[in-house]
DNA sequence: CTATGATTCAAACGAACGTATGAATCATAG
DNA sequence: CTATGATTCATACGTTCGTTTGAATCATAG
């Protein structure tokens, strides 16, 4: 069996899909595009992936299975360094967040051209990518919920919702970095 | 001159517009959704509107001319009642972001549909219409900026920016209201 | 009523889209 | 070296896209 070439190709398309459903977004971008970037055959995206959706999917499980792991990682090893004290909402907030912007120093693992992805994403329309996203993020987000219940027991539960949502939503935008507002200066 | 017609014929596509737009986003949309969503012939939209670009972006001028009229309007009266003096800061945020959200009781005015497009355009991917947004807002911005200068002196400019920033991006998250997050409860 | 200009309509255009096909090319096992 | 299965390739398919066209229909002025 031939895996140099294999390997090579799946991740120049990935690579390029990456970059380019980040620039474009997934409607924006053909499959000509992502595959004359990533210098490979037009055919080569379904003989890989089997199609576009499946493409976009495994650009963000690529990424999503080390950030997912990761975030339980440091949330298990704060809280067992806690030893059933709650923990101090602060660092609840660093290992969600702080976790995902270590991301954007690491190159390997995408850097901020994934992180800008992640972050439009976030407010795509396409019903199958937020379905998709809601998927791959709902069993760590439950497990961040519950920590901050426990550091937050006088705080509504839907209140320390809203302030996630508020977090997520200001940690998106900045990410995203349309610029939109920058009115020129 | 036929003027009726037209009239309901152009609001019809508007309105029609605004609410797939919002649903599907731009590039999702297409001309066939919008014509048949509002009961008007496949050609009315480059008859009225000329193109789909020009469309959308009527769309948004519709409402964004009275948002930002209001906007300038609030904080001028603000100012004028001030005397010179610095304004609070927290005015200043009801002036930008109040009037964003009295808009969305205003169901002549757009209401929440309009509000979710809004939010999810300020991250859409499509280049000429973060530019027109850009644009459009440009005037405004600055005016709030500048206010929120004036008002905290001894902070930074960049780090107002910044924050001014975070209060957008997790206003326009929390209106878009996607819920991608959700994770079902 | 008739003429005129605005608007609507059915139909078609060429281009771009995602995907499928079968032959050509490659790396490796025997 | 030859056979085999994986991969790449040029090409084409059917569909959908935004836009255009010219005739039909409408409302109003004279």
Known sequence: MAEIRTADTRERILDAGERLFMAHGYEGTSMRLITSEAAVNLAAVNYHFGSKESLIQEVFRRRLDWLNEERMRVLVEMEDAAAGKPLKPSQIVDGFFGTLLRMADDEERGGVTFLR??????????????????????TVMDRYKEAFFKALPDVPKAEIVWRFHFMLGATSYAIAGTDALASGD
């Open 117 to 138: 992805l992640l972050g439009r994403t976030l407010t795509e329309p396409s019903e199958f990518i937020r379905t998709f996203l809601a998927h791959e993020y709902a």
